[in-house]
């Protein structure tokens, strides 16, 4: 099957039969988003949390900002004829990648994606039915556009699916 | 986007030689065997081609951030690949028990650690000396796992203040033993403007 690999800071939409991939999620987190009806799916792999976050205000902000990617995701998902209302989430990553003697809430920037994402989804009235985040291990994860399958691939704990 | 002429870069690149010199001395040091220093690769790249640019997002490896602060801020991540941590830790704990593959018990952990700790105090002090200004660092965070997973929380810092990354990425290798090693330093862009005007750039 067609393998679209989801950049850093990149999304994907497809109407077609295939798998979309993110490789080696750390902090960044992977959204995926699925209609079971037209089987529309979609996948954002997002470093931020907001774009009002960023230090300078980026006249153009990229989906690497979780609310842009998201509000973007689902334009472009509608755009290939997915219907908002029964969209369905499943999200992975969000890990916090180093540890130290002495503990750093700024290392955690995992964690306030994770956050930030579940808020974007409560917004938009979307549920995330299932999820692998937070921890300390990085994920490779591969979306199936025909079963809406989230497999989770990980060096350190092994692989599963949600 | 920002970008740097060739003379800024030829200044960073030797800005950068010198610190990664002092840190390769160090490492000579304390595992007496030879180390050298390649040419810095300096590159300004889309963050998201940096896994890339190191090695592919799927290389395994032991990574050792630190933040820095003081006149110049940013972070350094000195990454080898597993295997190769594994032949540094056979040469700093002699006589214990050496570890293999990706599994780092505390005490492998912690003498990565304190190995970086040592570079990158060298690496720093050696930048200090030359811009005659004050750099400190943080204590050395740990992480073992695919590069792709450890470098993006660099990533994001950079991410946070624009959409490519100054790649100044410089290669410590041992010819005798497989022993590479990647020193990476990311100044946040006040800092480079500092070192720049240090060079006599500005």
């Known amino acids: 099957m067609n393998i679209i690999t989801v950049g850093i800071g990149e999304l994907r939409v497809s109407k077609d039969e295939c798998i979309l991939e993110s ?17 529309v799916c979609g996948l954002a792999h997002i470093m931020l949390p907001s774009s009002a976050s960023s230090v300078r205000g980026m006249s153009n902000p990229t989906p690497k900002f979780a609310d842009v990617a998201v509000k973007k995701i689902l334009e472009d998902m509608q755009k290939m004829g997915a219907v908002k209302s029964v969209i369905v989430a499943k999200i992975a990553g969000g890990a916090c990648m180093f540890r130290s003697a002495m503990a750093d809430p700024a290392m955690n920037i995992g964690e306030r994606n994770v956050a930030a994402v579940r808020q974007l989804m409560r917004d938009e009235k979307i549920s995330i039915i299932a999820e692998d985040t937070g921890r300390d291990y990085g994920r490779t994860i591969q979306f199936s556009s025909t079963t809406g399958k989230l497999l989770i691939k990980s060096a350190k704990v092994g692989n599963k699916e949600i | 986007m920002k970008q740097y002429s060739d003379i800024e870069l030829d200044a960073l690149r030797e800005f950068i030689s010198v610190g990664t010199g002092h840190a390769a001395t160090a490492l000579s040091k304390l595992i007496d065997k030879d180390i050298t220093v390649k040419i810095p690769h300096l590159d300004l790249v889309p963050v998201g081609q940096v896994p890339d640019k190191l090695g592919g997002p799927n290389l395994p490896i032991v990574g050792l951030y630190f933040k820095v602060y003081g006149d110049i801020e940013g972070s350094i991540l000195l990454f080898f690949p597993q295997e190769t941590a594994n032949t540094l830790l056979t040469f700093l704990m002699a006589g214990l028990p050496g570890s293999s593959g990706a599994e780092f018990d505390e005490m492998a952990q912690s003498a990565l650690m304190e190995l970086g700790n040592i570079l990158a105090n060298s690496y720093v002090n050696a ?5 005659d200004a004050q750099i400190l660092i943080s204590v ?18 950079v991410a946070q203040a624009g959409d490519y990354a100054l790649l100044m990425d410089t290669v410590i290798d041992s010819p005798g033993e497989k022993l590479a090693g990647n020193f990476i330093i990311f100044p946040d862009t006040p800092s480079l403007e500092k070192i720049f005007r240090k060079m006599g750039l500005r």
Not at chain 1, 23 to 39: E, F, H, N, Q, R
Not at chain 2, 127 to 131: E, P
Not at chain 2, 140 to 155: H, I, N, T
């Open chain 2, 140 to 157: 050395p965070y740990f992480s073992s796992d695919a590069l792709g997973a450890v470098v993006d929380f660099l990533l994001i810092e």
């Open chain 1, 23 to 39: 490789i080696s999620l750390g902090s960044c987190v992977g959204v995926a988003l699925y209609d079971p009806g037209t089987k």
């Open chain 2, 127 to 131: 930048l200090a000396s030359m811009m």
